[in-house]
């Protein structure tokens, strides 16, 4: 199970990633608003933790602007505000559940076991962008009913892409979401694959026209075909 957290506090951090860890879960961190908004939306996740008061963005604002845009992983929040009013916020912008600090990490993986139970949401076997269809299950790729070939790496990083078309990630989020905690993720292996994929994928050899767009100073996105 891929765990969210999004923390700015390192010790509090550092002491619920390991506990979390040692019951096996995947866990990935944000220190910051940003980062974690960011993260949050690249989807994928089976549950996110979510501090109240962040640096970059709130995580109150976070919540609104996450579920405002249809995002269902559950979401628990972690916060030192104990009053009710508070509690009420939290659970109406988009909360699954509310823990206040200080906390025990017993009690933090019992309320994300909790989250886990929960019905989620069934991503869709077969994704089609454009001209693409990908089987997740059958691991197969066509582009005008021709199969194309596409190593692991390349499929991952396609499907992700098309589970999110028009969605702009910049290179850290998808080495965090495709890449996971690999240690041979870097920015050099992300820019060939890419440049692998596109070889596979495009009609051409332009950049500029490529499925995969590459917008200076933000990441990557694919394009997906214009509604008419």
């Known amino acids: 199970m891929k765990l969210l957290l999004v923390e700015d506090d390192q010790e509090t951090a550092d002491m619920i990633i390991s506990w979390l860890r040692s019951e096996r879960y995947d866990v990935s961190h944000a220190a910051n608003g940003l980062d974690g908004k960011e993260m949050l939306e690249s989807g994928n996740y089976d549950a996110a933790i979510l501090d109240w008061q962040l640096p ?3 995580g109150i604002d976070i919540l609104k602007a996450y579920r405002s845009a249809g995002g269902k992983v559950p979401i628990l929040v972690l916060t030192g505000k104990a009053m009710v009013a508070d509690r009420v916020a939290g659970l109406d912008a988009g909360a ?3 823990l206040t600090k200080p906390f025990s990490l017993k009690e933090v993986s019992a309320r994300v076991r909790a989250l886990l139970r929960r019905p989620s949401e ?3 076997e077969t994704l089609t962008v454009g001209e ?3 089987d997740s299950v059958k691991y197969r790729v066509m582009k005008r009913g021709v199969e194309v070939q596409l ?3 390349e499929f991952n990083l ?3 892409f098309m589970r999110h078309p028009d969605m702009p990630f910049s290179s850290d989020a998808l080495l965090a979401r495709v890449w996971n905690d690999d240690s041979e993720a870097s920015n050099s292996a992300l820019r060939n694959s890419i440049k692998r994929l596109r070889s596979k994928i495009d009609d051409g050899d332009a950049e500029a026209d490529s499925l995969i767009e590459n917008i200076p ?4 996105r694919l394009r997906a075909p214009k509604s008419t």
Do not use: N
């Open 122 to 124: 069934v991503l869709p």
């Open 132 to 134: 693409l269809s990908l």
């Open 151 to 153: 190593m692991p790496r």
């Open 96 to 98: 699954d559940d509310y």
């Open 56 to 58: 970059g963005m709130g």
């Open 158 to 160: 396609l499907e992700f």
């Open 217 to 220: 100073g933000i990441g990557y």
